[in-house]
């Protein structure tokens, strides 16, 4: 059982940065992908970028451009850097492992099968 926790939430105003960092509980690089999704009060969870063990990566087109998702080199660690940030990009973000999964990164949230518990991002204008 992989655990996610993610951390660096926080409020920053509009055209501000932020990187959320998600640790694994265990080396996460043997297949699949991860990713980084969101959700807004009262909207569906949507994902932002992900990243694959073989594929490269792959963004919402709402955040390609500001947004960029990488790994460290144990391969435990998740990051999402965030620039450039909008009000809109206000939501809970979370950390995710499609580790079941063998294809091309991918944002279809019904393929990961681990969650982190979320942490906030509040973006002011």
């Known amino acids: 059982q992989v655990q996610l926790q993610e951390s660096g939430g926080g409020s920053v105003q509009a055209g501000g940065s932020l990187t959320l960092a998600c640790v694994a509980s265990e080396y996460t690089n043997r297949k699949g992908c991860m990713g980084w999704f969101r959700q807004a009060p009262g909207k569906e969870r949507e994902g932002v970028a992900t990243?694959?063990?073989?594929?490269?990566?792959r963004y919402a087109d709402s955040v390609k451009g500001r947004f960029t998702i990488s790994k460290d080199n144990g391969k435990t660690t998740l990051y999402l850097q965030m620039d450039s940030l909008k009000p809109d990009d206000t939501a809970t973000y979370y950390c995710a492992a499609a580790l079941d999964y063998d294809g091309p990164p991918t944002l279809a949230r019904g393929e990961y099968n681990y969650w982190g518990p979320g942490t906030q991002v509040t973006v002011s204008s």
């Open positions: 990243i694959g063990r073989v594929y490269g990566t």
